[in-house]
């Protein structure tokens, strides 16, 4: 008698489950850039005035704030809320070029840039990977052409207005206003948009060696995008990096790890399987970020030193941004500050690229006006109990410190 084989069917999982870890963002790996970049700038209206669409800032820190809740309907409503929110340092950039794109059938192409009369060291910086062995001659002899031929200048920009599509202006930042080691500027390139090619590259024209404080490119209660690289982790397994479930307690070899990593056939490990590898410093970009409040920085009035970018209308304190105590991992905020809802990508001291919004607001609280009540600024490094030193001093009396001053 023939035995009937028995016909293997394919196998089938226990349990239904969506993929865990998104696809969207491979490959995680390193970024190439410490920079945010700009894949996409808002798109171009002519009928307004022009305006710059980006800015570049530092991370110092978070904070908390109250404030009463503008939403009709809720049971929340014109009710106290604490919210987490951001600071990001924004001392003004300084321009220094234009550049003009042509638009061709491959895409963007840069016909020309035209550089202004001169470049600070720290920008030059920028040009160079080590300063001090360098012989220090970026735009020297750009710099001797403009002195001998002052019309080389008008030219170019003519050429910019007459066959560009797109101008946009170099702009860096300055470094050695924030408390940081770096003495090298960030450069990028921050498009004009609004008016005809000829308002554009008279209005770029205008930032030429000029300070661009972040109050020309954003106001309060304006939505940004904020692009950036992320935190940097490592070498990571797959619990941590795609969030895959642990195995039995009594697993052999491991726990934390994908039990199986694909079929017989096809006989290779597909690119979608969780796989160990680089997590954080990936290059990404945050949509709708509300801007809180824009201070001023410390500044001299009559003689005197004024650092109350931190006092509301409810809060009379006459006090600063940055807490007891300095920013942890970043010291004292003395220049103009951004405080954005919320948390933003990367460590402290991370520069980030802040974007006008790609997208037109819809919803409420994206229109919502914010009108902030109290800012706290107890040290953050502990369970902070003052807001200011003053404060601290009243409670604590005359300590040991103190009488051996005197």
């Keep these: 008698r023939k035995r009937k084989r028995k016909e293997r069917g394919m196998s089938h999982r226990k349990f239904e489950a969506p993929r865990h870890g998104s696809l969207g963002f491979l490959p995680r790996k390193r970024s190439c850039r410490h920079r945010g970049k700009v894949k996409t700038f808002p798109r171009d209206d002519p009928q307004k005035k022009p305006y710059l669409t980006a800015f570049l800032a530092y991370k110092a820190g978070m904070t908390h704030i109250v404030r009463d809740l503008n939403k009709p309907g809720s049971a929340m409503h014109k009710k106290e809320v604490v919210e987490a929110v951001t600071i990001l340092e924004c001392p003004p950039m300084i321009g220094v070029g234009l550049v003009g794109y042509v638009e061709t059938p491959k895409g963007l192409k840069a016909l020309t840039t035209v550089w202004a009369g001169h470049i600070s060291k720290e920008c030059q910086r920028r040009f160079y990977k080590n300063w001090y062995k360098a012989k220090k001659k970026a735009f020297t002899k750009y710099h001797k052409k403009l002195a001998e031929d002052k019309e080389s200048i008008e030219k170019e920009l003519a050429r910019i207005t007459k066959h560009c599509t797109v101008v946009r202006l170099l702009a860096h930042t300055q470094i050695s206003k924030v408390n940081l080691r770096q003495k090298k500027a960030h450069l990028m390139e921050i498009q004009i948009n609004g008016g005809s090619i000829a308002d554009k590259v008279e209005f770029g024209r205008g930032f030429f060696e000029k300070p661009i404080p972040v109050t020309t490119v954003f106001s309060e209660n304006e939505l940004l995008d904020v692009i950036g690289v992320t935190k940097g982790k490592g070498y990571e397994g797959v619990v941590t990096r795609w969030g895959v479930t642990r195995l039995p307690r009594k697993t052999h070899r491991g726990l934390r790890k994908v039990a199986c990593i694909g079929a ?20 990404r970009t945050e949509m709708n970020k509300k801007i809180y409040k824009i201070g001023q920085g410390v500044r001299t009035e009559g003689g005197k030193v004024v650092a109350n970018n931190a006092t509301t209308d409810f809060d009379l304190t006459e006090k600063g941004i940055t807490p007891m105590g300095g920013f942890p991992h970043y ?76």
């Design 264 to 283: 017989w056939h096809p006989s290779q490990v597909q690119y979608s399987v969780a796989r160990a590898g680089q997590n954080g410093y990936h290059h």
């Design 331 to 406: 010291g004292e905020v003395n220049e103009d500050y951004m405080m954005v809802k919320g948390c933003v990508i990367g460590p402290k001291k991370r520069v980030l690229t802040l974007r006008k919004s790609l997208r037109a607001p819809t919803r409420r609280w994206m229109l919502e006006e914010i009108n902030l009540k109290f800012i706290d600024t107890s040290s953050k490094f502990g369970h902070g109990r003052f807001q200011t030193a003053e404060e601290k001093r009243k409670f604590m009396g005359s300590l040991k410190k103190d009488r051996v001053k005197k």
